[in-house]
C-alpha cells in the first residue's frame, strides 16, 4: 500500500526587511512521501520570501510536473511568477521562462550540474532567472525543530535569514547565484 502525504500545519510570522513585506502567515502543506525536509523547508521558504498576493503552492504538490511547486497568479488568472524549487533541469527552466514573465529558483543544492548544462542547452531568458541558494547546514539546523503543528519566525535583513522557532534562532545566508557561471 502507498505512503500518503503528511500535512504540516506551519505558523509563520514573518518580517522580510529587504523588501518591506511583514505578514503572519497560516500554511497549510501536504508533504509527499518522496519529498526531503530540505526540500519542504525550501518551498516552505520560497514561498514567504516571495510573498505577494496571488501567491499558492501547486494544488498537485510534487506528482503535477507540468505545474511549478509555486505560483504568483493576478486577479484574472495569468501567470506572473513560476517559482522552482531544488535542481530542476535546464529544460524546465526553459519551459518556466517562456510561460511567466519572471522566473526564480530556489535551491540548496550544488548548481555546477545546472551551470554547465545551461552552457550547452538553450534558456528562454536565462539571465533574467533568479537564483537564492541556501546552505544545506541551515536548513538541516532547522529541521529538527519542526514538526506537523510548528510556529515559527523567519525574517530576511540584508540578505541573511534567521529563524526563530522553539526558543532558538539560527542565522543562514541567501546567496543570489547566475546560471551562467561556476
Known amino acids: ?11 509563520i ?8 513585506v511583514y505578514e503572519a502567515l497560516d ?24 510573498y505577494e498576493e496571488g ?8 506528482s503535477d510536473t507540468d505545474e511549478p511547486p509555486i ?9 506572473k511568477v513560476w517559482i522552482e524549487i531544488g535542481s530542476p533541469s535546464a529544460e524546465r527552466l526553459h519551459k518556466a521562462a517562456k510561460a511567466a514573465p519572471k522566473v526564480a529558483l530556489y535551491t540548496y543544492t550544488d ?5 554547465r548544462e545551461a552552457k550547452t542547452r538553450v534558456i ?8 537564492y541558494r541556501l546552505e544545506p547546514a541551515f536548513l538541516d539546523a532547522i529541521d529538527p525543530h519542526v514538526d506537523r503543528n510548528t510556529e515559527l519566525e523567519l525574517t530576511r535583513n540584508d540578505g541573511q535569514l534567521y ?18 557561471s561556476e
Open 1 to 11: 500500500m502507498a505512503q500518503g502525504s503528511t500535512t504540516y500545519h506551519l505558523r
Open 13 to 20: 510570522s514573518l518580517s522580510d526587511v529587504d523588501r518591506n
Open 27 to 50: 500554511l497549510r502543506l501536504a508533504r509527499h512521501p518522496s519529498e526531503t525536509m530540505r526540500y519542504l523547508l525550501t518551498r516552505t521558504i520560497a514561498y514567504c520570501l516571495s
Open 55 to 62: 501567491i499558492a503552492f501547486s494544488k498537485g504538490g510534487l
Open 71 to 79: 505560483t504568483v497568479r493576478d486577479l484574472t488568472g495569468l501567470l
Open 111 to 115: 548548481l555546477a550540474l545546472l551551470q
Open 124 to 131: 528562454h531568458k536565462m539571465d533574467g532567472i533568479e537564483v
Open 163 to 180: 529563524v526563530s522557532v522553539d526558543g532558538e534562532t539560527l542565522e543562514g545566508a541567501l546567496t543570489r547565484v547566475s546560471l551562467t
